[in-house]
């Protein structure tokens, strides 16, 4: 039997994050890191096949890598397309981890090495929280010994975001109000049922306008990548056996309702007017912004290349993609200097060590133990997804 444990500690935390806040809540500049319902839309068992930086310490390279982008907030509510009733999709609100879901009694789905995960590595814990769970229930309220975190994917948009869970400095739990914007999960708070944009993670409408997640950065991988970079990782277990917002309910967790709607042209529900069209709405791409410049990586050219050096705006990065096709970025700074980066099969090579993909950990060399980082703090995402909220984006390649 796996050992198990809950992560529900309902601890405040002060101290260690600051809300951000905008000067004028009507208007909005949303610093992006970089990246990356039917989200909302989905009720129980519906399918929708038819429907110069300073290097700290274990670090390679710092990153300033921001962008801003200008919204309106609070946003109309005629804005806001209802896809479902509030928390017809069950968040998770009292998760278990265990290092596989054999074992448990209520789970009659076996965790492949296929399956994909996002897969979160903080404080020196590595978790991950499968798809095949995400996919129905979209929320995740987890807490990293005494710290707060929300895990959110949006299946509409192929988008996994992971921030702290802290609304005006004190923790609580998130859940799916049912609606869309931009074809994007909406969130809402519990504390004041204020209403949250999942790519921005951001409160666009109720008291907290303008407050914004600090992000924690994630990886969208296979499960069978991600434990063997991450070999202690513990994995997210299905309900029954994690608690939901609405109690301990289940779902099909061996049926993907969103198959037909990744393999097709059909964007969101129906809400979407324009759509950059210079490449298939559903191609993977990693995003990066930085020095106003944004631009995304689709993940057949990164195969393509191998590894791509490159500069965004004046930032220096690293992108690569697994056998699996995980996508990865990197800021490609060692030690205050840029380094060229070459590709030796599953590993990354720069400044004489070799670096896991997907941890961007040296694994050798002078530099064993540093890590590289991250440049893009949202998961990739679909090229749809993507433009709408950086319509200005360049295609590397292009």
């Not at 949006?154 to 988008?159: A, D, E, K, Q």
């Not at 990744?262 to 930085?290: C, L, W, Y």
């Amino acid at each position: 039997m796996s050992v198990v444990h809950l992560a529900t500690k309902p601890h405040v935390v002060h101290g260690w994050f600051e809300r951000i806040t905008s000067m004028n809540r009507r208007r909005f500049l949303a610093a992006l890191g970089a990246t990356s319902a039917l989200a909302g839309c989905l009720g129980n068992n519906q399918s929708a096949d038819g429907a110069d930086s300073t290097d700290t310490p274990g670090t390679a390279g710092g990153s300033n890598a921001t962008r801003t982008s200008s919204f309106d907030l609070p946003v109309p509510k005629d804005e806001l397309r209802r896809g479902a009733p509030k928390d017809a999709i069950p968040a998770i609100t009292a998760p278990v981890f265990s290092d596989d879901w054999s074992g448990f009694d209520e789970v009659n789905v076996t965790l492949e090495d296929s399956f994909e995960v996002v897969g979160v590595e903080l404080d020196g814990i590595a978790r991950a929280y499968p798809l095949a769970i995400l996919n129905w229930h979209e929320i995740a309220n987890d807490a990293f010994d005494d710290r707060p975190v929300v895990v959110t994917y949006c299946p509409l948009c192929g988008s996994a975001v992971v921030a702290d869970r802290l609304v005006a400095g004190e923790p609580t739990n998130f859940g799916v109000s049912g609606y869309l914007w931009m074809s994007d999960l909406v969130m809402y708070d519990v504390r004041t049922e204020s209403l949250w944009s999942q790519v921005l993670a951001t409160a666009i409408r109720g008291e907290r306008t303008g407050d914004t997640l600090s992000l924690i950065p994630s990886t969208i991988s296979t499960w069978g990548e991600w434990k063997a970079s991450h070999p202690d990782t513990e994995v997210l277990v299905p309900p029954p056996v994690s608690d939901t917002i609405r109690g301990r309910q289940s779902r099909s967790y061996d049926v993907n309702p969103y198959s037909s709607y990744r393999q097709s042209g059909r964007v969101g529900i129906g809400f979407n007017d324009e759509v950059d069209e210079r490449m298939h709405p559903k191609t993977s791409v990693i995003g990066i912004t930085a020095g106003g410049v944004a631009r995304a990586y689709p993940l057949d050219a990164v195969k393509n290349a191998g590894v791509v050096n490159d500069t965004v705006g004046e930032l220096p990065v690293v992108v690569a993609s697994s056998t699996d096709g995980t996508l990865v970025a990197y800021v490609r700074r060692i030690d205050g200097s840029v380094a060229e980066f070459e590709r030796d099969g599953s590993a990354l090579v720069a400044a004489g060590s070799r670096w896991d993909l997907l941890t961007g950990r040296a694994l050798d060399g002078s530099h064993e133990g540093a890590t590289l980082t991250r440049a893009n703090d949202r998961s990739p995402m679909f090229w749809f997804a993507w433009a709408d909220f950086n319509p200005d984006t360049e295609i590397y390649g292009r």
